[in-house]
């Protein structure tokens, strides 16, 4: 939504699109849904990938372009892998599958069959 004469000097955006009702052959906007874009709307409220207000440099810096993805990004971050704790659980992995190699060729000699090889 523009306006013409407005007072502050930023634009606000609102990137709704992942806060819908699914619908069978169109999404839906529940009333929570709108109540939260009106009370964002009317108090400019900011809030991580869902607002965010850009000043008019900015916008000019980008050559005018409103893409709403341009200002407001979507993305969720990875969680960190901790090396440490996953070196340690593959080591107790791979002596678990040693542990259960072992003891299975016990039993293939047991019973006079080839052993696995191992590993």
């Known amino acids: 939504m523009l306006k013409k004469c407005k007072k502050p000097n930023d634009v606000l955006f609102i990137n709704a699109a992942e806060h819908f009702v699914k619908g069978k052959r169109q999404n839906q906007l529940s009333p929570e849904n709108i109540s939260k ?3 964002t709307y ?3 409220k900011e809030e991580p990938r ?3 207000r850009v000043e008019m440099d900015e916008i000019k810096k ?3 372009n409103l893409n709403i993805s341009r200002y407001i990004s ?3 971050g990875e ?3 901790d090396l440490a704790a996953t070196h340690a659980q593959l080591q107790e992995i791979g002596n ?3 542990t259960a190699t072992a003891k299975h060729n016990q039993f293939l000699k047991e019973l006079g069959l080839p052993s696995l090889p191992a590993v």
């Open 37 to 39: 874009i009106i009370d």
């Open 42 to 44: 009317q108090f400019r």
């Open 50 to 52: 869902y607002s965010r």
């Open 62 to 64: 980008n050559d005018f």
């Open 74 to 76: 979507t993305a969720v």
């Open 79 to 81: 969680a960190e892998v």
């Open 96 to 98: 678990a599958i040693q």
